[in-house]
């Protein structure tokens, strides 16, 4: 049937998917200037990626037998899409696969935030047993999230992920989105039941200034969404999430605003120089920090694998 290259890995569940309908599945992996020589070397159909692999116009020249290109997850910033359009390829994303594992790291970067726990565990191994009661004490003024603000930009299927499990908490959910002028959301229990919310779009300058936290959800941009005027606007003491994508965010500006005590904790899952993030903000007391891991859950690699193995076998067999 053909040959797919996973070259930044594929779950078991898209493979055993994909060899049940006779596609060989290579999951070798392919350094980015070996690559178009290994597609038409083994020929190979249909690639996939995820953030690592680029498949630029240079790679669709050179490969001119190949049919598909998936991208595993939601980001589509290392494909030219159009051109490879252009010339007949398929181009394929799973935007569903991985909304809720991105939107529980946002709450895992929050509830670190509140309580200081990405300082205390740096803190804890060096000092916790000689100067236990100091860090106590520097540690105690944490907040609840409960009754807060958190206000989204950005409101596609991970912003709403986002805002629903911010409801389940008993937070206020603000919204600001260019598409989206009104969203029903559906809250869902472990028993079956649902509650129902409908929110509104607000202006940027209103999730700004009246959340207490904002989280970013927006694609790749060339301009930075949350800068110094942004920080400016918010409200004295907010936290900042960016588990989006690197370069929304100016991290020259939310250094400044952390020292000044505008901002007074942040969690990036997503770094402007990835792969290799400033040492600034590695180091800095005041961030909350993940390795571009918001997608990387057992249960959304699981998604994206069978999302991409059925989107293959319906276009290419």
Same mark, same amino acid.
């Given at each position: ?15 055993? *998917? ?18 178009? +020589? ?42 030219? &899409?159009?051109? @490879?359009? $252009?010339?007949? =390829? ?6 569903? %696969?991985? %909304? ?7 709450? @895992? ?28 004490? $520097?540690? @105690? ?54 509650? %129902?919310?409908?929110?509104?779009? %607000? ?27 942004? !920080?400016?606007?918010?409200? +004295?003491?907010?936290?900042? =999430?960016?588990? $989006? ?17 505008? *901002?007074? !904790? ?12 400033? &040492?600034? =903000?590695?180091? #800095? ?6 390795? #571009? ?6 249960? @959304?690699?699981?998604? *994206? ?6 989107? &293959? ?5």
């Amino acid at each position: 049937m053909g040959k797919v290259l996973a070259n930044d890995g594929l779950a078991q569940s898209g493979i055993d *998917i994909l060899q049940k309908e006779g596609f060989e599945v290579l999951t070798t992996k392919v350094a980015q200037e070996q690559l178009a +020589n290994f597609i038409n070397g083994n020929d190979v159909t249909a690639l996939l990626v995820r953030s690592a692999t680029e498949a630029k116009k240079e790679l669709v020249d050179a490969c001119p037998n190949l049919k598909l290109i998936g991208r595993g997850g939601v980001g589509m910033d290392n494909i030219d &899409i159009e051109y @490879a359009k $252009s010339k007949g =390829i398929h181009v394929i994303n799973t935007p569903t %696969s991985s %909304s809720a594992s991105v939107a529980e790291l946002v709450f @895992a970067h929050l509830f670190s935030g509140v309580r200081f726990l990405y300082d205390s565990n740096r803190n804890m191994p060096l000092d916790g047993d000689s100067k236990f009661k100091q860090l106590k004490k $520097s540690y @105690a003024g944490g907040i609840e999230l409960r009754g807060r603000t958190i206000g989204i930009i950005g409101f596609g299927r991970i912003g709403q992920e986002v805002a629903k499990m911010a409801l389940g908490l008993g937070m206020k959910v603000l919204f600001n989105d260019h598409n989206t002028t009104k969203a029903s959301l559906e809250v869902s229990f472990f028993d079956g039941q649902t509650v %129902s919310f409908n929110l509104e779009n %607000s202006s940027l300058g209103d999730v700004l200034k009246h959340s207490d936290f904002i989280s970013v959800h927006v694609p790749a941009q060339k301009d930075y969404v949350l800068g110094k005027n942004e !920080f400016e606007m918010m409200k +004295n003491g907010a936290g900042v =999430i960016n588990a $989006s994508r690197g370069g929304v965010l100016d991290e020259v500006a939310l250094i400044d605003a952390l020292e000044k005590g505008k *901002i007074s !904790f942040a969690g990036l899952d997503v770094f402007e120089s990835e792969p290799s993030p400033e &040492i600034r =903000i590695l180091m #800095h007391p005041k961030i909350s920090l993940s390795p #571009h891991i918001g997608a990387s859950t057992k249960e @959304a690699q699981d998604r *994206i694998g069978v999302e991409l193995a059925e989107q &293959i076998v319906k276009l290419l067999k």
